[in-house]
């Protein structure tokens, strides 16, 4: 059972209860039923959470919903459309951003973006649609064996599709290969934020190269001295 019950009514109730009680004039569409219970939609519930929410936290919610086959994109955005104005709004709709079909990138225009981004960032240059361990990478630094995949959601949205990424990101870890995901809202929306993130992957690579050269070094010795 949930720590604190929210209720919501088309009426304020001065009483004193033990759950939480708003105010709102729901529309029929906002409204489900659960094991007989009444209780707001999928989407409107979302949209209530998000007010008290982090963004990333809405972000999970939208995606487990849509991992569960329950989320309806449609009803989310005629909701948002009804209800302008209503506290929660700027979080879902950033969270929605990654089902956008008229986005800005392409999967070549991402990977260009990607590595101008990287670059002026200070960062190495990394190999673009480079070939390892049997798998193209989009961004790889071979010195490093570390790679980015940049997704596209038209691209990486389907279940199957899904799947096979993370097959591949098995394999080739592996292959002693890290990667990380960007996606082209992510990129677009904090590309200050991606640099630093690939940074300090970059850097924990060399320091995990050096210090797994370190105790190569120590072996090689040791039988040396045996």
Request: glycine share 8%; with cysteine.
């Amino acid at each position: 059972m949930p720590s604190c019950v929210h209720v919501t009514s088309r009426t304020g109730r001065r009483a004193e209860r033990s759950f939480v009680t708003h105010r709102a004039d729901l529309a029929r569409s906002d409204l489900a039923r659960r094991e007989g219970i009444p209780v707001t939609s999928l989407a409107r519930t979302i949209l209530d959470l998000a007010v008290d929410s982090r963004p990333r936290t809405v972000s999970r919610y939208i995606r487990q919903a849509d991992d569960d086959t329950n989320f309806d994109l449609r009803a989310m955005q005629d909701l948002l459309e009804r209800t302008k104005g209503h506290r929660g709004q700027a979080k879902v709709r950033a969270a929605l951003e990654i089902y956008d079909d008229t986005a800005p990138f392409t999967r070549s225009d991402l990977e260009k973006r990607f590595f101008e981004v990287v670059t002026a960032g200070g960062l190495p240059a990394p190999s673009m649609n480079c070939f390892v361990a049997g798998y193209e990478v989009d961004a790889y630094w071979a010195d490093h064996r570390f790679g980015a995949e940049l997704d596209v959601f038209g691209t990486h949205g389907s279940r199957l599709s899904f799947e096979e990424d993370r097959e591949r990101d098995d394999e080739l870890l592996l292959a002693g290969i890290e990667t990380t995901r960007v996606t082209g809202p992510r990129l677009a929306r904090e590309p200050e934020a991606v640099v630093e993130s690939v940074r300090r992957h970059l850097a924990r690579r060399a320091d995990d190269s050096r210090a797994a050269g370190i105790r190569l070094g120590r072996g090689r010795e040791d039988r040396i001295r045996g």
